[in-house]
Structure formats: C-alpha cells, structure tokens
T-cell receptor, first 117, second 111 residues
Framework: GAVVSQHPSWVICKSGTSVKIECRSL??????MFWYRQFPKQSLMLMAT?????????EQGVEKDKFLINHASLTLSTLTVTSAHPEDSSFYIC?????????????FGQGTRLTVV | RKEVEQDPGPFNVPEGATVAFNCTYS??????FFWYRQDCRKEPKLLMS???SGNEDGRFTAQLNRASQYISLLIRDSKLSDSATYLC????????????FGRGTSLIVHP
C-alpha cells in the first residue's frame, strides 16, 4: 500500500526554539495533506489542510503564524512549530491522500512526538 | 454537537467475545466512511472502509445506516491482539474531503 514517511519520529527541544516536521508521500502524489495533533487520550484534531502549491487552510484556533505549513511539491509537506512552548508538546501526525478521488484512503505518517522542555 | 461521536469506552471483553461499536456523524452530506485502528503511540491504520451495502472482512463487519447517520463495527471471536483504539472516520463533501475523526473507542481484550 501507499506509504507516507514522517520525520522525525520524536524530538525534544528547548522552549523558544523552532521544530520542523517533514511528511513525504513515497509512492503517490499527495495533492492534499492534513496535519493533525493528538493530546493524550484525545482524538486526532485537524490543525490544517494543505493543497500542493497553495496556502494552507487552518482550523479555528490554530495560529497560522505559529504553525507554518509548506506544501511545495506533490510529495512533501512540512510543518514548522515556531517558538515552541511546553503546551505545544503533543503527537503530530500528517496524513496524505490523492485528492482527485472522493472515496480514497488517507495514509498516515508515523507521527512525531514533540516534547518541549 | 460534535461532527463524529464515539463512545470512548473502554470496552473490556474476554477472548472469544463479540463486541460492537457505533459511531454517529452529524453531517448528512458525508460521503465516505472508514474504521481505523490505532495502537498506543502509533499512527492510525485503515481497518476497513464502510460501504452502504455493508462489508465483512474475516471477523470484522462494518455497517452504514445513512438514515440514522451512524456506522458500526462488529468484531467476532475477539483476540488479544484486537486490543487497540478504533477510530471512526467520516469524509464529507466539499473542499478537500477532509477526514474527520471520532475520539476513538478503546477495546481491551483479556484472557
């Protein structure tokens, strides 16, 4: 099946620094990528949707200047957490799908566990 | 009302039991439905799609009821390895057909 590679799988950073998370679709063109965040014992919450070559659409309550998303190619999207704070510590997961179809599966990256100290 | 609702559980069942989960969705324009499985600290993985006619894959059966706006997942002959969180995912029309997740239902299968 299709593979989505997310990197890094875990990162620990100091408060105030920025962290970049990469999400790559390895064998299909991901016209649409989604970024989710999951706090312990909570559901996956959509942060933003990005379409290749256009600006990301952020969900209400998600600061676009803090969570920078770049989807410059059909196989790569990045999420940069700028000036990270301890409350940003969470499990971040990207998802990619071939947006040309409606009934298509969403494939997930392995997730990135971010800990801000 | 949340877009996709699930009973978080946990459902604690013995091996060999049959267990069923329901998931309700609020958007009547929802187009596609899936059940994903998520193990602790891992990414969700597709378990099965849910079709209007219902579908079965081994011990797993999924049903869709559009009139009542819910989907169900039935697991027969539960195995220890079935212990996980089961996520209901609904994709609605419009925009990029964004997958919306339920909170997940936790299943614990014990010996």
């Amino acid at each position: 099946g299709a593979v989505v590679s997310q990197h890094p799988s875990w990162v620990i950073c100091k408060s105030g620094t920025s962290v970049k998370i990469e999400c790559r679709s390895l064998d299909f063109q991901a016209t649409t990528m989604f970024w989710y965040r999951q706090f312990p014992k909570q559901s996956l919450m959509l942060m933003a949707t990005s379409n290749e070559g256009s600006k990301a659409t952020y969900e209400q309550g998600v600061e676009k200047d803090k969570f920078l998303i770049n989807h410059a190619s059909l196989t790569l999207s990045t999420l940069t957490v700028t000036s990270a704070h301890p409350e940003d510590s969470s499990f971040y997961i990207c998802s990619a799908r071939d947006g040309r179809g409606v009934d298509t599966e969403a494939f997930f990256g392995q997730g990135t566990r971010l800990t801000v100290v | 009302r949340k877009e996709v609702e699930q009973d978080p559980g946990p459902f604690n069942v013995p091996e060999g039991a049959t267990v069923a989960f329901n998931c309700t969705y609020s958007n009547s324009a929802s187009q596609s439905f899936f059940w994903y499985r998520q193990d602790c600290r891992k990414e969700p993985k597709l378990l099965m799609s849910v079709y209007s006619s219902g579908n079965e894959d081994g011990r797993f059966t999924a049903q869709l009821n559009r009139a009542s706006q819910y989907i169900s997942l039935l697991i027969r002959d539960s195995k220890l390895s079935d212990s996980a969180t089961y996520l209901c995912v609904v994709t609605a029309r419009g925009g990029s057909y964004i997958p919306t997740f339920g909170r997940g239902t936790s299943l614990i299968v014990h010996p």
